[in-house]
């Protein structure tokens, strides 16, 4: 496969290909190979952030710029160094190739979807982000609602800058990594009309129990699980039967919500916040397939998923994300980990 390639569709990559793409894309590639219905979209590859940090200077700048300070540990120091670090990339142009590349694979993309501009997100999917015992996983910005060229350009360029968060650049400082980051790829996926979103543990991640599976859901879009909110609904499934074993369907007050700007947290509607919201076909659905990738790919996954409101079940289910589970460490700092806990705590760990 060309190295060289700027863009790669989702159906032309896989799990071997995480080097060019980062692992999130290169896994959204594999499900299709495993016949799981992924939103439609694409990568931009690693290589296509190398050359314009080289291209256009900012890699030079953030190795002078990090090499001119004497330390970077304090708070308010790596604030400082974000900010000016993020700056460097944000602001340069795109070479010209670039824009047409990324453009016309968004103008394809948005014919596929029916439309002239489509709705997309932007998602980081670094080389180490979501590999199994990676140190970034979750660290990296992903955006919603992106719409038009210029606005997938900037989101791209913040999402390469987003290797250079506060958190990212004292990490790199305490493991004498390169300062000028990591490569990464970047995942433009069409936005699901989602009626409801959720994550999919294949193991139970808190006590390690690979017989059960953990589902978290609430309405709208994945952010109002995945933010560590306790407002959504749970459910315990058997791995083998795929029966529920416990469920606890909570009072959902807010959900994240589609909105022309991008998104927002919305009031849940009163005679919804009582209601759960994936039916226990979807759940048994979500579940099987989960148990499906999990076998295929050899180790527990941690999954994300829609639910299309527009579409029948279900054809109305799409998988937005899968990554390892992290098993092994009890203190993993992810929203995900969070979520974990919560649920674990109101079923009594068991």
Request: glycine share 8%; proline share 3%; charged share 25%.
């Amino acid at each position: 496969m060309d190295s060289e390639k700027l863009i790669y569709w989702f159906e032309e990559i896989g799990a071997k290909n995480g080097h060019l793409v980062g692992n999130k894309c290169a896994n959204l590639g594999e499900m299709i190979q495993l016949g799981v219905r992924i939103s439609q979209g694409f990568a931009v590859s690693a290589n296509c952030y190398i050359r314009f940090v080289e291209e256009t200077g900012a890699k030079q700048e953030i190795i002078e710029y990090i090499r001119s300070q004497d330390k970077i540990e304090g708070i308010r120091e790596l604030d400082e160094a974000s900010r000016k670090i993020r700056a460097m990339i944000e602001d340069k142009e795109l070479p010209g190739d670039m824009k047409d590349k990324i453009a016309s694979a968004y103008e394809l993309l948005s014919k596929k979807m029916g439309t002239h501009d489509a709705y997309v997100a932007v998602r980081s999917s670094s080389l180490s982000e979501d590999s199994v015992g990676a140190s970034f996983a979750g660290q990296f910005e992903s955006y919603l609602n992106v719409k038009g060229n210029e606005d997938l350009f900037n989101k791209v360029k913040k999402v390469w800058s987003s290797t250079f968060t506060s958190r990212a650049i004292s990490y790199r400082t305490i493991k004498k990594m390169a300062p000028e980051g990591d490569s990464i790829g970047v995942a433009v996926l069409a936005m699901v009309n989602a009626r409801s979103s959720g994550i999919t543990f294949t193991v139970d991640p808190v006590t390690d129990d690979f017989s059960k599976m953990i589902i978290e859901a609430n309405w709208g879009l994945g952010e109002g699980v995945v933010s560590g909110g306790e407002c959504v609904d749970g459910f315990v499934v058997d791995k083998e039967s795929l029966n529920v074993i416990k469920s606890h369907i909570a009072n959902k007050v807010q959900c994240v919500v589609r909105k022309e700007d991008g998104t927002r947290w919305a009031e849940v509607p009163a005679h919804m916040q009582a209601m759960p919201c994936i039916s226990d076909e979807e759940v048994k659905e979500i579940a099987k397939v989960a148990r499906y990738v999990e076998a295929s790919l050899g180790c527990p996954q941690d999954m994300e998923w829609a639910i299309d409101q527009d579409l029948p079940f279900p054809d109305n289910i799409f998988w937005l994300q899968t990554r390892p589970a992290k098993v092994e460490t009890k203190k993993i700092d992810s929203p995900a980990r969070h979520i974990a806990n919560l649920i674990a705590r109101k079923f009594g760990g068991s």
